[in-house]
């Protein structure tokens, strides 16, 4: 074909998916579109038919087909093989009894979709018992489903109903028909062809219509050779035919002279219905119904077309009467183009289709690898499978709903469907399928790819890399052994042990193919015989069909889970990673495998599935086990409180010597503020990351504003007091000290102080008097925060927490480093579950300017460098930077949860500020360094712009009029803390003063406690 025409064709068809992919859609959204009255399926069976309502029970669970149509399935009658057109005349008695009354015509005003679905799929068998109906399709549907023939027949015919006013659209079930619904437009008598432009080669291999000239089928020619075809005038210049797609629409009119031939009064006649519709006239749709619409076909010709079953004097008469009833209508000849054919026929095809051409597909964004776990430039194909990372798969194989566990080796072109291996090898172009049986049994069909499962032992058909008969020789068998009966074919043949496991099967297919190669043991090749074996047709017709749907489900539940959690393993967006789960989002039973996936993780990753699950139920407003999303939420940030706990209470080091040494300590700290790398020590950022942080030590209006006080008491009890709140209180037990998580407690820092320096156990009964007695005294402990606003944002709750540590230390008489100094405090903050970082207490501590880092960890370990800076740098530092009160406190509650939510969600703007701000941090210490106060300027002025990216919150409408108040006096601006309140940082312009910025914001702001503030830098 000119590629320039190939080119155009795949993107009219691709644009025609697209478009019934929206027509699907509409089909599904909105109640005035045009849809199917009924969708009728055909199966073989009574258990074919159970898999299909299974297969659409599911999808209308998940509201995936519109439901104001009528689904209905409709097995062969008894079981019985009746043919395709008696299973259309099966169709048409459900639709007059369905209907309750007698009527002129029961088609009227219905628009029908049938698809005959009911095959034994001989040629791929792993599709007998599934039906080739619902065969995959390699492609990923744009709600994120795998795709099958019966979603693609839905999709591509959602477009066809408001083409025609009432009637019947017929499908063959193993044909992909592509084209734009818009090229059909059914206004004709009778019945009409869908046809296209297919070359002879392979017009040859199906049906094709004789075009009478005036576009009409004049004959229907089936299976004709090419010098056939061209003899008939059925060949055009360009070497195409009109190809029988299987697609045909009837009327009203000849679907109630169809009625006719089975009905009396119109009412269904039961002895005229069997007497077309059974085994042995077995009438086909296309053979029998179609063939008298030819307007040149003979009667005489008629009798002569091949049979669905075989001639017989009953298949006679009953074509005798359709003749009579149907030849009177014509079928118009509906040419659509462009458009693809595709069909689904051997095993040998289907791998070819799925390895090998899939390429041709690609404009339909088909694909190699659908609904699983291993990237797309893989060699082999797969669809719904999970394959293990130590599972090794050939070149050219195809792998459908099935587990790849470790030690597993598929050789190449092979196909493995509907099995769980683990440390088995599979040689090369072999197929293997497992079924479950009833009462819990299981087998696994095992066949070479090229096997004809038609064929017979009198052929010399192959059969896995020999023959039949070199299968028997080799192992010493006779016919009797395989076959019941005359019927020699592959299909009858009892090859296939029965066992009670998977696995066991699994092993048995192995020993078959040693069978076949010839290198069986005796005692294998008798354990065989004596095996209760089945056969490709009884496995496939006694299977448990009611196992098939709910293993597939499972396996795609499984995969969809992994690959989520493969996607927040890698730091993805959480609605990015959702996206796995498509337009159906996360259902109960996902829910609960990631639910055991989380408990199973590592840390990161078991808060992200916390975190993500919350983040979708919050969005669909829904329920799992009785869980909302807040409960996930809440348990994503216990998981971090409890695993930052746990390591904080592991480092308490309890210490039977100490003794009180001095009577009372007084203990003055700064506060800090900070400039750059603010979040980055947040857990679990700095746990996964490492944190990055500058900060300095400051005094406020002439003082060191955070103030400890511990004092020896005669009596033995602790007394906790804050001064700065009012609040007294005596503790009598330890108990009562080891309850230091409430956040509303008053003393819950005090509480933690005294464990975390080993004075008393986290955990234990024990008694107080007697600890305090060894101790040589009770305990006074008072903290209090003098003239600095709640809310201030210079961490000063933190810094409380260092003093406390180190008065408690200086009162025992104890010399600790700085370094153990940082680590006693973080433990304390931990086992209060702050969910805070460390750059607070950091910053107050240890005077003067900086740097502050640690590794990523659970267990921090911070490393402080004291910045030196040249005294003029210093001196101008000084003299530039201000603090200013906002006159309000920041109110959220939530904070600590969005910032670290938008980490933990993969947020891009949150990954990216926190990145960005550690950089920034070490990018100020170098300016500092260099003396660059106009540089340092600039990169505070970027941190804040970062700040804001992270947490929107961190400014409002007041803080933006406070700095355009006094934009022409500064070079920088900066929050404090989180922001959004408390005290703002400024870096002034040269020559301007700080009284020069009083009187300007006093000036706007009169006294609504906008100021400010005296502040020194420490060093």
Not at 501 to 523: C, N, Q, V
Request: proline share 3%; aromatic share 10%; net charge negative.
């Amino acid at each position: 074909m000119n590629t320039k025409y190939r080119k155009m064709k795949n993107l009219f068809l691709r644009q025609s998916y697209l478009d019934s992919w929206d027509d699907y859609i509409r089909s599904l959204r909105k109640s005035n579109f045009i849809k199917w009255d009924y969708i009728i399926l055909t199966a073989s069976n009574e258990e074919q038919a159970e898999v299909y309502r299974q297969q659409i029970n599911a999808r209308l669970e998940n509201h995936l087909l519109p439901d104001t149509t009528r689904y209905v399935v409709l097995p062969d009658p008894d079981g019985k093989r009746v043919g395709s057109g008696g299973a259309t005349f099966n169709v048409l008695r459900y639709i007059a009894q369905v209907d309750g009354e007698v009527r002129e015509n029961y088609f009227a005003g219905k628009r029908i979709l049938v698809i005959h679905s009911g095959g034994d799929s001989k040629r791929v068998p792993q599709y007998s018992a599934c039906g080739k109906l619902f065969s995959p399709v390699p492609r990923e549907l744009p709600n994120g489903r795998p795709s099958t023939l019966f979603d693609e027949f839905i999709i591509g015919m959602s477009g066809i109903p408001s083409r025609f006013k009432e009637g019947m659209l017929v499908l063959s079930g193993d044909v992909l028909l592509l084209f734009n619904p818009l090229q059909i437009d059914f206004q004709y008598n009778g019945a009409a062809a869908i046809s296209i432009k297919e070359p002879v080669e392979t017009g040859k291999n199906h049906g094709v219509f004789l075009n009478d000239g005036t576009d009409y089928v004049g004959r229907f020619l089936h299976k004709q050779s090419e010098e056939q075809l061209k003899h008939m005038g059925a060949v055009n210049d360009h070497g195409y035919v009109d190809l029988d797609t299987g697609a045909v629409i009837m009327d009203s009119q000849m679907l109630q002279a169809l009625f006719r031939l089975i009905s009396t009064d119109n009412k269904v006649d039961d002895t005229k219905f069997h007497k077309f519709v059974n085994e042995k006239s077995r009438i086909s749709f296309y053979g029998d119904f179609l063939f008298p619409l030819a307007k040149e076909s003979t009667l005489e010709e008629y009798y002569k077309e091949a049979p669905e079953g075989s001639f017989c004097e009953e298949l006679t008469d009953c074509r005798t009467k359709i003749w009579e009833n149907l030849h009177n209508f014509s079928m118009k000849l509906l040419c659509v183009s462009p458009a693809e054919f595709i069909h689904f026929g051997t095993t040998r095809e289907l791998l070819n289709l799925v390895t090998s051409t899939i390429d041709d597909y690609e404009f339909l964004d088909w694909k190699r690898q659908v609904v699983t776990n291993v990237c797309d430039n893989r060699e082999f194909a797969s669809h719904n499978s999970f394959i293990s990372d130590l599972a090794k798969v050939g070149e050219g194989s195809y792998i459908e709903d099935s587990y790849l566990l470790d030690g597993t080796v598929i050789g190449e072109h092979c196909i493995i469907s509907n099995v769980s291996i683990k440390n088995m090898q599979i040689p090369s172009s072999v197929v293997m399928h497992g079924l479950l049986m009833p009462q819990g049994k299981c087998v696994v069909r095992t066949y070479a790819v090229e096997d004809n499962p038609k064929g017979m032992l009198s052929a010399d058909t192959v059969f896995l890399k020999t023959t039949l008969s070199g299968f028997m020789e080799k192992n010493h068998l006779c016919q009797e052994d395989l076959w019941v009966g005359d019927d020699t074919y592959l299909w009858f043949a009892k090859l296939y042990p029965l066992c009670n496991t998977m696995s066991d099967a699994l092993k048995h297919a192995g020993i078959l193919i040693k069978m076949a190669e010839g290198t069986a043991s005796a005692e294998e090749i008798n354990n065989w015989k004596n095996s209760d074996r089945t056969s490709l047709y009884s496995s496939f017709n006694e299977a448990d069909v009611q196992a098939i749907v709910p293993w597939k489900r499972e396996l795609e539940n499984q995969i969809l889970v992994k690959k989520f959690i493969t996607r927040v393993e890698k730091g993805d967006y959480y609605q990015d990673a959702l996206q796995v789960f498509g337009d159906a989002g996360i259902n109960a039973d996902q829910y609960h495998l990631l639910m055991e996936a989380a408990k199973n993780s590592e840390f990161s990753t078991r808060i992200r599935i916390y975190y993500d699950l919350s983040r979708f139920m919050k969005r669909e407003h829904c329920v799992f086990e009785g869980n909302s999303y807040d409960k996930l939420e809440s348990l994503c940030f216990q998981t971090i409180q409890d695993v930052i706990y746990e390591n904080g209470a592991s480092m308490i080091k309890k210490d039977n010597s100490f003794k009180i040494a001095l009577d009372e300590v007084n203990v003055a700290l700064p506060v800090r503020v900070n400039w750059g790398g603010g979040w980055t020590d947040t857990p679990p950022h700095c746990n996964e990351k490492g944190g990055v942080v500058l900060n300095a030590a400051i005094k406020l209006k002439g003082i060191l504003p955070v103030q400890v006080c511990v004092r020896r008491l005669d009596e033995l009890h602790v007394e906790f007091e804050s001064e700065d709140i009012g609040v007294f209180g005596t503790v009598e037990t330890v108990q009562e000290i080891q309850n230091c998580h409430d956040p509303f407690d008053s003393f819950a820092l005090h509480k933690a102080a005294l464990i975390a320096c080993g004075i008393i156990p986290i955990e234990g009964d024990y008694e107080l008097k007697e600890i305090l007695k060894n101790l040589g005294g009770g305990i006074y402990l008072s903290t209090q925060v003098k003239g600095v606003p709640k809310g201030s944002g210079l961490g000063t709750s933190s810094i409380l927490s260092g003093a406390c540590v180190k008065g408690i230390f200086d009162f025992l008489g104890q010399d600790i480093s700085d370094g153990e100094l940082y680590e006693i405090v973080l433990c304390m903050e931990q086992i209060m579950s702050t969910g805070g970082g460390w750059q607070d207490q950091v910053g107050g501590i240890t005077p003067g300017i900086k740097y502050i880092t640690s590794e990523p960890g659970i267990s921090q370990e911070i490393n402080v460098n004291t910045m030196k800076l040249k005294p003029e740098v210093l001196q101008e530092l000084q003299d530039r930077f201000a603090l200013i009160y906002t006159g309000q406190r920041r109110l959220a509650r939530n904070l600590l949860r969005d910032v670290v939510g938008g980490y933990l969600g993969g947020r891009p703007e949150s990954v990216e500020a926190l990145h960005k701000m550690s950089r920034m941090a070490a990018l100020m210490k170098f300016e500092l360094e260099r003396g660059d106060i106009e540089e340092f300027c600039r990169l505070l002025n970027e941190h804040w712009e970062l700040s804001k990216k992270l947490d929107s919150g961190s400014t409002n409408t007041c803080i933006d009029q406070i700095f355009m108040a006094c934009e022409d006096l500064i070079d920088a601006r900066f929050i404090s803390g989180a922001g959004g309140g408390g005290f703002l940082q400024v870096i002034l312009k040269k020559g301007i003063k700080r009284d020069q910025l009083r009187q300007r914001l006093y000036g706007v702001f009169q006294d609504s406690g906008v100021d400010v503030w005296d502040c020194e830098i420490l060093v």
